[in-house]
């Protein structure tokens, strides 16, 4: 299988509940394996099942429980690497606001941490800190259902569509909860996700915030689905309620004080600007975005709700990068929230100037064991590049971003097709006849050649190939 296939096959693995397939499999753990191919981690996958015999792996393909064929975990793991062998890999740890994290991945304030039970069982999973479900002082009530999801082809989410508000407990149980949180788990980082509706509020819960101990408290500016006015995003899209009730929560707590910012602007900077103003040491984004999806009613009727997941990554990159640009705001720290399912995902954030990155959708999709794969692929990533410590890749690839204005427009690239890896489908001239500049041709021979005097050097050929047959060329001066 290619590496392509075995992220396909890994794909439709169900993820099950103490996986079948393991316990078919005496000295090695196959539904490990095909977690970690799942989640990008294939260079160290084998080491799962390294003492598998070929009798034990078609014992455990043959246990798969999927319900249209079993996974093929044989193909998998003879088309795996050898596992690498034991190195020193680099710790995670980094600060945050002056706070020693053990690693920079946090549950984001959401469905996945709305009880002590539920942020118990992921800190002890290894996840760092908590940003706890939202705190309000109004009586919540959520509509039911209340979730919906775009899917991709393996039934994965593409994307996540979410109606539920903030807290249903009561203010003074949530704050007992985080009390609580913190002096049973004294090494995790615990914060305080709250909103108000008036002055008064605002100061009230952020000293209860205090009062319990928590390490920081993080200003929700931005949940979009909110059933009264005059809260969430409806104060995130103003910077001057953003900047005052900023300095009101900062002049009232001596704890750090987190801004979370609505994506549902044209531009982050004028918001996040006001916060900086306001005396926020750090900046979260992205929160949910308004969106609408048709698959699912709530209460009966269709309504405009937040949207999360991978659909949105790059927005939210896009956000990050608009402040990470900020000179204004020069020293603030940044939250990433948005689409982060991979280790790769998270040193997307990372590379752009987070110190911290908070997950949602993906833990309500696969379970707070996602904590496995995104600590460990990034530590072997960095061993990888001779990295000691995460502070080194914080902000890295801000410098490599530039303006439209500013890109090299006297040069090009041509595509270069492989042809021992084409196999014929003509993908790449469907593309570039209906979409493209009709720079190649295809006859019945099924081989594509680019027309060099029509070829512009877009590059879609190489982006719908199926099986990445089609490279890059060297640069050389565009024609005139």
């Given at each position: 299988?290619?590496r392509?296939d075995?992220?396909?096959?890994?794909?439709?693995?169900?993820?099950c509940?103490?996986?079948?397939?393991?316990?078919a499999?005496?000295?090695g753990?196959p539904?490990?394996?095909?977690r970690?191919?799942?989640?990008?981690?294939?260079?160290?996958?084998?080491?799962?099942?390294?003492?598998?015999?070929?009798?034990a792996?078609e014992?455990?393909?043959?246990?798969?429980?999927?319900?249209d064929?079993?996974?093929?975990?044989?193909e998998?793991a003879a088309?795996?690497p050898e596992?690498?062998?034991e190195?020193?890999?680099?710790?995670?740890?980094?600060?945050?606001?002056?706070?020693r994290?053990?690693n920079p991945?946090?549950l984001a304030?959401?469905?996945?941490?709305?009880?002590?039970?539920?942020v118990a069982?992921?800190?002890?999973a290894?996840?760092?800190?908590?940003?706890?479900?939202?705190?309000?002082?109004?009586?919540?009530?959520e509509?039911?259902?209340?979730?919906d999801a775009?899917k991709?082809?393996?039934?994965s989410?593409?994307?996540?569509?979410?109606?539920?508000?903030?807290?249903?407990?009561?203010?003074e149980?949530d704050f007992?909860?985080l009390?609580r949180l913190?002096?049973d788990?004294p090494?995790?980082?615990v914060?305080?996700?709250?909103?108000?509706?008036?002055?008064?509020?605002?100061i009230?819960?952020?000293?209860?915030a205090e009062?319990?101990?928590?390490?920081a408290v993080?200003?929700n500016?931005s949940?979009?689905?909110m059933r009264?006015?005059g809260?969430?995003?409806d104060?995130?899209?103003?910077?001057e309620?953003?900047a005052?009730?900023?300095?009101?929560?900062?002049?009232?707590?001596?704890?750090?004080?987190i801004?979370?910012?609505t994506?549902n602007?044209a531009t982050?900077?004028?918001?996040?600007?006001?916060a900086?103003?306001?005396?926020a040491d750090?900046?979260?984004?992205i929160?949910t975005?308004?969106?609408?999806?048709?698959?699912?009613e709530?209460?009966?009727?269709?309504?405009?709700?937040?949207?999360?997941?991978a659909?949105?990554?790059?927005?939210a990159?896009r956000?990050?990068?608009?402040?990470?640009?900020n000179?204004?705001?020069?020293?603030?720290q940044?939250s990433?929230?948005g689409?982060i399912?991979?280790?790769?995902?998270?040193?997307e954030?990372?590379s752009?100037g987070?110190?911290?990155?908070?997950?949602?959708?993906?833990v309500m999709?696969y379970?707070?064991r996602?904590?496995?794969?995104l600590?460990?692929?990034?530590?072997n990533?960095?061993?990888?590049?001779?990295?000691t410590?995460l502070?080194e890749?914080?902000?890295e690839?801000?410098?490599?971003?530039?303006?439209?204005?500013k890109?090299?427009?006297?040069s090009?690239?041509?595509?270069?097709?492989?042809?021992?890896?084409?196999i014929?489908?003509?993908?790449c001239?469907?593309s570039?006849?209906d979409g493209?500049?009709?720079?190649?041709s295809?006859g019945?021979?099924r081989?594509?050649r680019?027309?060099?005097?029509?070829c512009?050097g877009?590059?879609l050929?190489?982006?719908?190939?199926?099986t990445?047959?089609i490279?890059?060329?060297?640069?050389?001066?565009a024609?005139?």
């Amino acid at each position: 299988m290619t590496r392509l296939d075995i992220n396909e096959e890994a794909a439709r693995c169900l993820l099950c509940k103490d996986a079948p397939c393991s316990a078919a499999c005496p000295g090695g753990d196959p539904a490990r394996t095909v977690r970690a191919v799942r989640f990008g981690n294939e260079a160290f996958a084998a080491k799962w099942i390294s003492g598998c015999s070929e009798d034990a792996l078609e014992a455990a393909e043959k246990a798969c429980i999927h319900y249209d064929r079993p996974v093929r975990i044989r193909e998998i793991a003879a088309s795996l690497p050898e596992p690498p062998e034991e190195r020193p890999l680099p710790s995670l740890e980094i600060d945050f606001l002056g706070i020693r994290c053990e690693n920079p991945f946090f549950l984001a304030s959401s469905a996945v941490c709305t009880n002590y039970e539920m942020v118990a069982s992921a800190f002890e999973a290894g996840w760092a800190g908590v940003y706890y479900k939202t705190i309000c002082l109004q009586e919540i009530k959520e509509v039911s259902p209340r979730f919906d999801a775009v899917k991709r082809p393996d039934g994965s989410f593409a994307g996540f569509r979410n109606m539920e508000q903030l807290s249903e407990n009561p203010v003074e149980m949530d704050f007992e909860i985080l009390g609580r949180l913190k002096k049973d788990y004294p090494s995790k980082v615990v914060i305080a996700s709250i909103m108000g509706n008036s002055e008064d509020e605002w100061i009230k819960l952020a000293r209860m915030a205090e009062s319990a101990g928590v390490d920081a408290v993080e200003l929700n500016f931005s949940c979009p689905q909110m059933r009264l006015a005059g809260m969430g995003s409806d104060v995130g899209q103003n910077p001057e309620l953003v900047a005052y009730y900023t300095m009101l929560v900062k002049a009232a707590v001596g704890i750090p004080v987190i801004a979370k910012m609505t994506p549902n602007v044209a531009t982050m900077n004028l918001v996040a600007t006001a916060a900086f103003h306001g005396g926020a040491d750090a900046i979260s984004a992205i929160n949910t975005i308004k969106s609408v999806t048709m698959g699912g009613e709530v209460s009966g009727k269709k309504t405009i709700s937040g949207y999360s997941g991978a659909a949105v990554k790059p927005i939210a990159l896009r956000f990050i990068l608009e402040m990470s640009s900020n000179k204004v705001m020069r020293g603030v720290q940044l939250s990433g929230v948005g689409g982060i399912c991979t280790w790769k995902d998270a040193y997307e954030f990372m590379s752009l100037g987070c110190r911290n990155l908070q997950v949602c959708t993906a833990v309500m999709e696969y379970g707070y064991r996602i904590i496995d794969d995104l600590a460990a692929g990034l530590r072997n990533y960095l061993a990888g590049r001779g990295v000691t410590c995460l502070d080194e890749i914080v902000g890295e690839e801000v410098a490599n971003f530039s303006t439209p204005a500013k890109l090299d427009r006297d040069s090009m690239v041509f595509p270069v097709i492989d042809r021992a890896a084409c196999i014929g489908c003509g993908r790449c001239f469907i593309s570039c006849m209906d979409g493209g500049h009709q720079a190649i041709s295809f006859g019945e021979d099924r081989v594509p050649r680019v027309i060099g005097s029509k070829c512009v050097g877009c590059h879609l050929c190489r982006l719908v190939c199926p099986t990445g047959a089609i490279g890059i060329a060297k640069r050389i001066p565009a024609r005139r």
